[in-house]
């Protein structure tokens, strides 16, 4: 049987697994607090392995491996950004979200940010999450069906928009279906593919290139300037710059509402909590040491490729026979294509829940929910198509615009326990965001430097909007119904 005979077989096997999980998991979907939040009961397992996939998948395994066969050692800073987010995320935050969002009933972000509000501030702020998540999410879903596309493409040798199709069908039907239960599930599953490869395929790479001290003289002889240099070609104030830069990635994990929305469906703090957390810095380690790790190997195993992007594929064609090669491949693509599923729910709550489309019955939510998703699904696939951006790029932007729009009112209003007066969470909201997109679309004009453009979308639209939202917050018992001035 060929590689792609084996690839399509276990494509389609996998695909048929996940329809499954979303015809049994439409069972235990019965209103929108099932749909959006599994009925908060949602396992350590679970909560820790689904939240993990969803906030990284395609970025991980085709972004970061790529950045690091272009940026050799620089690459390194990565690691403890991404790792450091988790730990932020599920130390800091879960816990205090887990207990807020149980005890006041809140479902979203939004839900959380504006409870206690009242009145036009509060349909104003509601109004702005949505055009925020909508926005950012939209392209980040987008470079989840990008990836796909680059994945089938290299495989198959078929044109974009087909990929694109299959996907997003898959992924539509599973999600319409089953709600938060389908998509923790499949996820899940997701998840542990992505680990089991992360310690696979680096190794077999790194064996590959003789092992680690072969690996360091290798990458001295790399014809790329700093290649195996901390900082890269970069001194001084730009070498500051780039590395609180990239580190300043982790600051965005407590905004993702993709991933906190597992926070909030969490059956209890005391053991989950603690359960879920050890799990999920588990993982992230794994991940991200093996796709850097694999990237530095690829940048000796393959030093010429035309998008640095597809390291991950080359190097699983080159080191794996046709059959365990194109299992490892055709897993990794249906995880690829399954993680949009957790970004799409969080954007039909948004439509939805926050803008105030719910039903008069609960039959009446779930089909406007699932009416959300086929709806947000098209318009991905169709940004997805029109989009020019690499994924690394397009991830990193609507990463960095909802964590600054939401992550630093999130730990304020939660985990400091501090009450947010109503214009002060606008403004917030507003000043991370745009300082966020600002830095993107305007760097060259503004900066002439892109580490410029990591620091100031990564650290100072989210300090700035941190600042805001301290600014306008009192020391109050944020679980009070009283309405915020």
Known sequence: MSREAVILVTLCVYMAVLLVIGILAQRRTRDGTDFFLGGRGLGPLVAAVGASASSSSVWTLLGVSGAAWAWGLSALWLLPACVGGFVLNWFVLAPALQRFSHRTGTKTIADVLTFGSRGRGRRAVLWLAAFIILLSLGAYVASQFQGAGKIFGTIFGIEMWVAVVIGAAVILLYTMLGGLWAVGITDTLQGLMMALTAIILPSAALIEVGGLAQLGEAMTAVPVEGYGQLAGPRAGILAIGFVLGILGIGLGYPGQPHVVKYFMALRDEKNSVAHARRIAVTWALIIYTGMILLGLCGRVLVPILDDKETIFIQVTTDLFNPVVGGIMLAAVLSAIMSTADSQ?????????????????????????????????TTGAALAALTGTKEIFSRVLFGWAAVGAAFGPLLLVRVVLGRRIRTPWIFTAMATGFLLAVGSYTLYDDLFGNKDYELFTRNVVAWAAAFAVAWAGSTREDYSSSNPTI
């Open 344 to 376: 799409l729910l969080v954007a039909s709550s948004t439509v939805v829940h926050d803008c105030g489309l719910e039903g008069k019955t609960p039959r009446q939510t779930l089909l406007r929910s699932r009416l959300a998703v086929l709806l947000l």
